[in-house]
Each structure stands twice: as structure tokens, then as C-alpha cells.
């Protein structure tokens, strides 16, 4: 049952109005009685809940031009590894989460010709499936290959947040020509090739490993009344 709400209300006579606009008594017992009481809206309840949370997470490892053996200790892979192996840990020790797959993608640069590339990415990508699986950090059924060969997709994203002068006509080039020895030898051809060559064909030469997973986390969820 609902508590009573009290009201109150202060009648005040304005003296310079005429007698006839004045309240009376009848007027406010009129205006009590089409008052509608509004009670006071419920406090709003909440209850945490525990809830299986899809995740995603990256990790990539470089290799120099033309290799396809893992080398720790080139270009900040030894970081990556460290991390990607505490996640790993995790999947083993933590019973709130579960992995469900670990696709390594192996790609390149497109240094030379199609055929050795494509062989690269995916020795790069079977060389650290191998190296997981010999080392008993992850199970072999566990991991999908992929092969991407000459990253074409990665170049372009690269050409586009980069700071390279006319990156309009290294964009043209890569999104018109559709052959991909036509595209190589078109982009030798601009001054900007050095620094594509430099800066950011290196970044094409790696794997990634991408680890889909869930993990059990609390949230806070309103209770409908």
C-alpha cells in the first residue's frame, strides 16, 4: 500500500483585484479535488551478472626481405612473443576464459615475383604454427593457416595513413592496375618508390596471429519491475 501524500498549499488574496476575482473556499475545494497525486517514481534496481564476452587479439611478428625463419629478436618481436605467450598462459590457468581459434596469417611485400611470395607468406605462417606446437604452448587443432601472399590490401591502408608526398598517384596506381606485375613495375616508376621500398614494404614482411576468444565478465544490468 501506498503511503498518503500529504499536500500543502498557501492561498494568497491579491487586495487590488475586485471582490469577484478573489479565491473562495468552494474555488479551492473545486481545485483539490481535480488535482491528480502523482506518487513518486520506484528507486531503479540493478544486479551484476557474469556474462561470456566475445574478444579478439592481435599480435604480429616482422621478417627481414626474402626470410622466412622467426627471428626473436628482429624488430620488436621479442615484445610480441612475451605477450602473445601471457595471453596464451591465460587460456590455460584462467577458468573464465575459453579459446575458440587462432588464425596465423602469413604475408609479404611485394619484392620479387608472386610465386616465391606466396611460397614466403605461407612458410612465414607453417613456421610459426610449428614453432607453437613443438614448444606445447598451443594445440595444432587449435590453429587455422592463412595465406595472403603479396599484401596488396596492408600497402594501400599503409600509402593512405602515411605522410608521403602525392600519395594520390601511389593510390591511383595501386587501385587501377589491376595486374600485379603492371602494378610493380608502374610503382618503380614514381619517386616515391624508395620510400614505399623503405618504410613500408617492411611492415608487409610478417605473420599475424589473431586469437578469437571468450572471457566471462561481470556487468550491471537494470531489473525490469
Not at 112 to 129: I, P, V, W
Amino acid at each position: 500500500m501506498q503511503a498518503p501524500v500529504s499536500l500543502r498549499f498557501r492561498v494568497f488574496f491579491c487586495m487590488s483585484l475586485p471582490r469577484r476575482s478573489a479565491f473562495s473556499l468552494a474555488y479551492v475545494g473545486r481545485l483539490l479535488h481535480t488535482l491528480r497525486v502523482i506518487t513518486p517514481e520506484s528507486p531503479v534496481k540493478y544486479a551484476k551478472e557474469r556474462v561470456m564476452v566475445q574478444k579478439v587479439s592481435e599480435f604480429e611478428f616482422f621478417f627481414p626481405s626474402g626470410q622466412y625463419i622467426f627471428n626473436r629478436e628482429y624488430d620488436g618481436n621479442a615484445s610480441s612473443m612475451k605477450r602473445m605467450m601471457k595471453l596464451v598462459d591465460s587460456f590455460r590457468s584462467d577458468s573464465t576464459m575459453r579459446l575458440e581459434k587462432l588464425v596465423i596469417a602469413g604475408s609479404s611485400s611485394p619484392i620479387g615475383t608472386a610465386t616465391f611470395n606466396a611460397s614466403l607468406a605461407e612458410q612465414r605462417a607453417e613456421q610459426m604454427k610449428q614453432r607453437l606446437v613443438e614448444r606445447k604452448q598451443m594445440e595444432a587443432q587449435e590453429i587455422e593457416l592463412e595465406y595472403i601472399g603479396e599484401n596488396w590490401a596492408g600497402l594501400r591502408q599503409l600509402v593512405e595513413q602515411s605522410k608521403l608526398p602525392d600519395k594520390a598517384a601511389v593510390l591511383r596506381i595501386l587501385d587501377t592496375t589491376k595486374d600485379a606485375a603492371q602494378r610493380k613495375a608502374s610503382l618503380k616508376q614514381l619517386p616515391q618508390y624508395e620510400y614505399l621500398r623503405i618504410n613500408l614494404y617492411p611492415d608487409l614482411q610478417e605473420v599475424r596471429c589473431i586469437f578469437y576468444y571468450t572471457q566471462k565478465e561481470e556487468i550491471t544490468k537494470v531489473i525490469p519491475e
